[in-house]
Every structure is written in structure tokens, then in C-alpha cells.
């Protein structure tokens, strides 16, 4: 069964360096998002991405958050100057459509630790 | 706004009794509903949908009840397993090109053997 993954798994920065998380969605998908959750909290959208440029973020997404789809596979989320809240859990997710009913595949996520 | 809040943080049920968490949203012009899973260490994962003009969806094991008179939709799982032991979040996607979820608190289903 087709899957989405993420790596690393676990990232551990100091606060001001820049982080780049990485995404593979499934293949055949066209829209891209990124979500986070910091610890016992609810999932938070951050961004969705869909031919090569963002269509809809929130207001987590600042000037601090960029994301890229580098090539065909992958897709990225670079934090440039980390923040000791920006520790999270980062989940990406991909879909085959935006209509209602198409369901977002979520990654197993990669947990940010900024010291 | 929109807001999609649980009534529980946690739940504990005996195995193999019928499980039920509940979910409140606020705005009336929600129009599709999402149940996910979420097990320790891992991404959400969908269960079950529904669209507002439904008020009941049966999947294995599942049924997701929505009551749009008084903004509450339930996720019922039968003959609950060990396996059923996660986080369950309710979620709201208006789609139509609003691409994101809004996820709601999350309620902790914990199976008693």
C-alpha cells in the first residue's frame, strides 16, 4: 500500500539554525500539505501546496516557513531560524484531489526538538 | 469561526463493548467531517467521513452520526479491540479548494482487556 514518508524521524536543532524536513508523498498525488502538533495539543495546518506554489496557509506559516518541491518525489518544509516553540511534531500529507472526499495521506511525522 | 472541540479527553472502555466519542463543531457552514486515528508515534490516519448532507456512515466496525441541528457528530466503534486503543481526532475539510483540515482536540480511547 502506497505510503507517505518523512525523514528524519527525529530532528534536534539549536535555536536560530535553519532545519529542512523532508516528505516523499504518494506518487500519483498532486496536493501537498504540512500540519504540526506540538506536544498534547491538536494537529495544526500549516501550508497546502499544489503546482509548485502554495495555495493556502495559515498564520503559523510565516516568513520563517518556506517549502519547496525540489523534484519530482520530494517535498520540503525549511524553517529558517528555529525557535524554541517551533518544537513539534511535523506531519506531511499528500492527496490525489481537493474535492470533498479526497482523503489527506499522512506521513508517521518527524518531531522537531529545538534546545 | 471555526472550531471543532471533543467533549472528552479520555475514554476507557471494557474490550468488546461498543466505544463512542463525541465531537461538537461550531460553524454551521461545516459541510464535511472527518474521523482520524492516531496511535502513539505515528501520523493521523483516516477512519471515516461524512458529508453534511448524510446524517449516518457505516464502515467495518465503525459509524460516524452527524446532527446537524445541534453541531454534533459521533464516531461509534463496535466490539472495541485492543488495537482500537489510540487518539481520536474529529476534523473538518470544507474541500472545494480549501485544502486544510481543522482538527479538534482529540479524545484518548483507552482499551480495558
Known amino acids: ?115 | 469561526g471555526e472550531s471543532v472541540g471533543l467533549h472528552l479527553p479520555t475514554l476507557s472502555v471494557q474490550e468488546g463493548d461498543n466505544s463512542i466519542i463525541n465531537c461538537a463543531y461550531s460553524n454551521s457552514a461545516s459541510d464535511y467531517f472527518i474521523w482520524y486515528k492516531q496511535e502513539s508515534g505515528k501520523g493521523p490516519q483516516f477512519i471515516i467521513d461524512i458529508r453534511s448532507n448524510m446524517d449516518k456512515r457505516q464502515g467495518q466496525r465503525v459509524t460516524v452520526l452527524l446532527n446537524k441541528t445541534v453541531k454534533h457528530l459521533s464516531l461509534q466503534i463496535a466490539a472495541t479491540q485492543p488495537g482500537d486503543s489510540a487518539v481520536y481526532f474529529c476534523a473538518e475539510n470544507k474541500g472545494g479548494g480549501y485544502q486544510k483540515v481543522t482538527f479538534g482536540t482529540g479524545t484518548k480511547l483507552q482499551v480495558i482487556p
Open chain 1, 1 to 115: 500500500e502506497p505510503e507517505v514518508t518523512q525523514t528524519p524521524s527525529h530532528q534536534v536543532t539549536q535555536m536560530g539554525q535553519e532545519v529542512i524536513l523532508r516528505c516523499v508523498p504518494i506518487s500519483n498525488h498532486l496536493y501537498f500539505y504540512w500540519y504540526r502538533q506540538i506536544l498534547g495539543q491538536k494537529v495544526e495546518f500549516l501550508v497546502s501546496f499544489y503546482n509548485n506554489e502554495i495555495s493556502e496557509k495559515s498564520e503559523i506559516f510565516d516568513d520563517q516557513f518556506s517549502v519547496e518541491r525540489p523534484d519530482g518525489s520530494n517535498f520540503t518544509l525549511k524553517i529558517r531560524s528555529t525557535k524554541l516553540e517551533d518544537s513539534a511534531m511535523y506531519f506531511c500529507a499528500s492527496s490525489e484531489t481537493v474535492l470533498v472526499g479526497g482523503e489527506q495521506f499522512f506521513g508517521p511525522g518527524t518531531r522537531l526538538t529545538v534546545l
